[in-house]
Each structure stands twice: as structure tokens, then as C-alpha cells.
């Protein structure tokens, strides 16, 4: 490696095969993890290969395709990064079982076997056995990938002059047929969510889905902010029923809606979270993993670990953010400083950084700019926005002169932090009435772990726009929205 020493952070576009011995106390070079799947590569591709000489072509191939799950697009279909952590096969023992499987074909098939019908019979019965062993390794791993990506917010006014706003919900779920199979006539619904939350309970119906394709579709929900409970962000499920086998995949997903209320009298940034209370917060728990490999495949939603409290309020200058994190490094730990924002494949990276992305959402339904202001345990802090992705490469754009204010106080692990954000540093350029409701998400990267946790997820990275929670902004003395006073 480029790096002299075992401490110092590493480049992951960095391709390293070994390690110096002396970092572990050997006089022998370290194999790395890199090499290690090089060689299983390598490996895996002799025994499909040497399957496939013994006559064993269509099952050596089918193994193959289902230990790497390709994903083909459609025409006109962009490619998305999230598309390579369908790919592949991340549980261990499907890989080692897989082997398994294909050493048994191939001694099976030995060149120079005898022409005796009871050799024969024996080794017809012994390849049966293992047909029906292969057919039971392969249907867990035909199961049907699926994430929702997409999370659209309406805003639904209120039905009488007095009466709470509302919204509605587009949710855009991708699901991706790991299957030879192209199963019709499938479901989707949605199973369990917060209280406050409403949906249709009858399946919506999916198409027929093509081989190793992903395909995006959409299913609703109405969540009244009336019933709601601020910190109650209980996952809700989606079923996908198969239409050919008629199982059922469950996919979990936290999407937070919560009120914010203004605040009266002043608030002093100084990073003690002495003027919140628990009336204030919106999180009071762990907060959601990122999306990975193994979690994906399995469907599973994991919690970060370690807790999280997140507060807001907002009076007529500015909407404010508090929070406390833990699991940062101690200052023994940390290297180096700076006061801009690593990205390695789209996350936050090299250092303990909080980010909060913001998009205000109006009372005659537009949305106004996405927002993204990252702050970190040494008082630096970071504001962008985001410019039309059609036009631009990159862009999130440096905003100078947003005048965010932000303050943090660390002690050991735990990091408090404060942030008022100016309403014009949120609001559509020139636009004088506040919004109504705010697209809204959290997220936390811990260097010392690597960990990327967020409030509504799982997602990919911080600035992921697609899919956030909702804040309702309320007035204290009125049950309605911000908006319209």
C-alpha cells in the first residue's frame, strides 16, 4: 500500500495484494482481502470451467449465473450504482455449497469410468441425488431483490379552514427477477406502518418481470400528521408475492414523518442541547444502516449501532437542527482536519461528518432546492445545492454565504451539535412565504467504523435526495400548517 503505516486511513481505490509483515508483527508479506477474492476467482472459474468439459454445460452455467446475478438493463435504461449490490451472491455458505456441488459433478463425470450397467446405475442414482441437492441450492437463491428508492411527498391541504394538511405518499420500489423465471400476474402491497398511516390493502398488480432485469414501480400511502407519534418511526413493510410460486419477500424501509414546532424566544447555538426538550425531538433511537451487500440480498433492515437524538424547531429567521450522535473518534484517534467533505462512491468518507439534506415543499405543492449542509466535531461546516442533474456532472454546488450557524461539543464518543439554518439559505430564491413542509433526512459516517447510518433509509449516501422523511411544520398555536399564516 501507498500508506506507511496501519493507522494511516486508506485509499479504497487503492488495489493492494499485500500487506508489510511487520505491521502484524510477522516477517512475511500479508495476503489482503483483494487477493484473497482473486484467488477464489480464480478458483471458482476452474471448477465452472472444468464442469462444462465434462459435459455438464447447462447446470455449471446456471450455477454460475445465480452465484454472480448479472443485472441487464433495458433499453434506455441508466445504469444506477445500487444495481451492483444486487449482483452477486454475499452469504458464504451458498459460495462454499455452490463449490461443493460442482466438485461432486465433476467426479461424478470422470473420464475412463466403467461400462458396467450396475457402475452405471449407481452413478445415475448418485447424479439424481445431487440434481435434487442443486434444486433446493437454487431456489433461495431465485428470490427477487427489492428496495424502495424513491420516496415523493404531496402536500394535501386542508379540508376546512381550521382542519390539519396532510400528504400523500409515492413510494418507487425496484425489484430485480434473480430468477431463469419470468413469473406474471405478481402482488404488491403494503403490510405494516406507523400509526397516522394509511394505504389501500389490496395488492397493486405487477407485470410480468423479465430475467435479471430491475424494474421500478410505484404503490401509495396517506399519512395524516394528526395521529402521528414525533418519535414512533416503526419500519414499514412491503409484500411482493411471486405470481408463478406465489412466496412472499417482505422489504422494510423507514420513512419518518414528524412535526416540528415553532419556537418561541431566543435559542443559544452553543451546542449543549440545553434549550431542547423531548417535545423537541424527532429521533430517539438508532438510526438506519446504509444499504449493503448481505443486508439487501436478505432483506433485512439493520440499525445502526449505536443511539441517535435529533431535535427541530423553527421561528421566522431560521429552521434549527440539533442533534447527538456517538461512536465518533476520540481525539487521540483523529489525524487530520479539513473543512470541505471527502466523497469515496458518493458517501461521506475519511472523517466523523453529520449531514442534513432539506427541501422545503410549498402550500400550492412545488418544491424548492434540495439543500445539503455537513457539519463535523471541529466546528467546520459545509453548505451545497443541488443544480439541475441533467445539466451538471456534479451538482452539488458550494453555497457561500448561506450564514449557517454551527456549533459542537464532543465528550469521549458522544458528539452534540447545533445548527441554525437561515430560511432563505432553504427557501426558492426570492420566495417570500415560508413552506409548508420540509423533505428532510439525517445522516451520520463514523470514521473509526465506517459505519453510514441515516434517518430515513436505507439509502446509498447522504445527499440522496430520492428518498428522505417529511417534517411538518406546525404553529404552536394552530393545529394546521406554516405555511399559511
Request: aromatic letters at 10%; charged letters at 20%; glycine letters at 8%.
Amino acid at each position: 500500500p501507498q500508506t506507511s503505516t496501519p493507522i494511516e486511513s486508506a485509499d479504497p481505490n487503492e488495489l493492494v495484494w499485500f500487506y508489510p509483515g511487520s505491521w502484524f508483527g510477522l516477517d512475511k508479506p500479508v495476503p489482503t482481502v483483494q487477493l484473497k477474492w482473486l484467488r477464489r476467482a480464480q478458483q471458482d472459474f476452474e471448477y465452472l470451467y472444468l464442469a462444462r468439459q465434462r459435459g455438464d454445460s447447462i447446470n455449471s452455467l446456471l450455477m454460475a449465473r445465480l452465484m454472480s446475478k448479472p443485472v441487464e438493463l433495458a433499453p434506455n435504461q441508466l445504469p444506477d450504482p445500487c444495481y451492483g449490490l444486487m449482483c452477486g451472491t454475499a452469504n458464504p455458505s451458498a459460495w462454499t455449497e455452490a463449490t461443493d456441488l460442482l466438485a461432486e459433478r465433476i467426479l461424478i463425470r470422470e473420464p475412463a469410468q466403467s461400462a458396467d450397467p450396475m457402475s452405471i446405475s449407481a452413478r445415475q442414482q448418485r447424479e439424481n441425488e445431487l440434481n435434487l441437492r442443486t434444486l433446493r441450492w437454487i431456489e433461495p437463491q431465485e428470490h427477487p431483490v427489492i428496495m424502495a428508492r424513491q420516496a415523493e411527498w404531496l402536500y394535501v391541504a386542508p379540508s376546512g379552514d381550521t382542519g390539519p394538511a396532510s400528504a400523500d405518499l409515492r413510494v418507487g420500489v425496484d425489484i430485480y427477477n434473480a430468477s431463469d423465471r419470468t413469473p406474471d400476474e405478481n402482488g404488491l402491497q403494503w403490510a405494516d406502518g406507523p400509526v397516522g398511516w394509511h394505504w389501500r390493502p389490496q395488492p397493486i398488480p405487477i407485470p410480468q418481470l423479465a430475467t435479471y432485469h430491475v424494474r421500478q414501480f410505484e404503490i401509495t400511502a396517506h399519512v395524516e400528521p394528526s395521529e402521528i407519534n414525533n418519535i414512533d418511526h416503526r419500519p414499514q413493510k412491503l409484500i411482493f408475492t411471486d405470481g408463478f410460486t406465489h412466496n412472499h419477500t417482505t422489504v422494510q424501509m423507514v420513512l419518518p414523518v414528524s412535526i416540528s414546532e415553532r419556537r418561541e424566544g431566543h435559542l443559544h447555538i452553543d451546542g449543549s442541547l440545553e434549550d431542547w426538550s423531548a417535545d423537541d425531538a424527532i429521533q430517539s433511537g438508532p438510526l438506519v444502516r446504509m444499504f449493503n451487500r448481505p443486508a439487501l440480498q436478505t432483506q433485512s433492515l439493520q440499525g445502526a449501532t449505536t443511539p441517535s437524538s435529533i431535535f427541530t424547531g423553527w421561528p421566522d429567521e431560521n429552521f434549527y437542527i440539533a442533534f447527538k450522535v456517538s461512536g465518533i473518534s476520540t481525539p487521540g484517534e483523529v489525524h487530520a482536519a479539513q473543512n470541505w467533505v471527502d466523497y469515496e462512491f458518493r458517501r461521506a468518507w475519511g472523517e466523523d461528518v453529520c449531514q442534513v439534506v432539506i427541501q422545503p415543499v410549498y402550500a400550492d405543492g412545488s418544491a424548492g432546492p434540495v439543500t445539503n449542509v455537513a457539519v463535523k466535531p471541529n466546528g467546520s461546516s459545509w453548505v451545497e445545492r443541488e443544480l439541475d442533474k441533467h445539466l451538471f456532472a456534479d451538482p452539488w454546488q458550494s453555497v457561500e454565504g448561506a450564514h449557517v450557524r454551527y456549533k459542537g461539543t464532543t465528550d469521549g464518543g458522544d458528539w452534540r451539535g447545533e445548527i441554525a439554518v437561515p430560511w432563505k439559505a432553504i427557501n426558492t430564491e426570492n420566495r417570500k412565504d415560508r413552506p409548508v413542509m420540509l423533505r428532510f433526512n439525517f445522516t451520520q459516517h463514523k470514521t473509526a467504523t465506517g459505519e453510514s447510518a441515516s434517518w430515513a433509509g436505507p439509502i446509498d449516501f447522504g445527499r440522496d435526495d430520492a428518498f428522505m422523511g417529511l417534517l411538518f411544520l406546525r404553529e404552536a398555536n394552530n393545529p394546521g400548517m406554516a405555511g399559511g399564516n
